[in-house]
């Protein structure tokens, strides 16, 4: 499994950006989320979204700012609007070939991407 996270960069607080990730060597069945880790800080559950079921599942304090997706070729992505400055941090994409009820937790996970940078400026 091979996991390649991008789109990150540097926006405005208020802006938006679309992070992708490029995900092979598994089958739809895995499945797929984001997690983001700010300096100094314990990475963070941010959304995820089931495989087979493709329900989605979102930290609470973002739900409606985030939205997270999937298409047909495996590439996962997450909208992330009205940006704001507490949102910066390295974003990761992460599988799992089965879901957990406790896929919030980093440790359920042991496939990840490099990380994307996400810095919002006020």
């Known amino acids: 499994v091979q996991l390649q996270a991008s789109g990150g960069g540097l926006v405005q607080a208020g802006g938006s950006l679309r992070l992708s990730c490029a995900a092979s060597g598994l089958l739809r069945s895995y499945s797929l989320g984001w997690f983001r880790q700010a300096p100094g800080k314990e990475r963070e559950f941010v959304a995820a979204v089931r495989g087979g079921t493709s329900s989605k599942y979102y930290l609470p304090s973002l739900k409606g700012r985030f939205t997270i997706s999937r298409d047909n070729s495996n590439t996962l992505y997450l909208q992330m609007n009205s940006l704001k400055p507490e949102d910066t941090a390295v974003y990761y994409c992460?599988?799992?070939?089965?879901?957990?009820?406790?896929?919030?937790?980093?440790?359920?996970?042991?496939?990840w991407g490099q990380g994307t940078q996400v810095t919002v400026s006020s």
């Open positions: 992460t599988a799992r070939p089965v879901w957990t009820t406790a896929y919030y937790n980093p440790g359920q996970y042991n496939r």
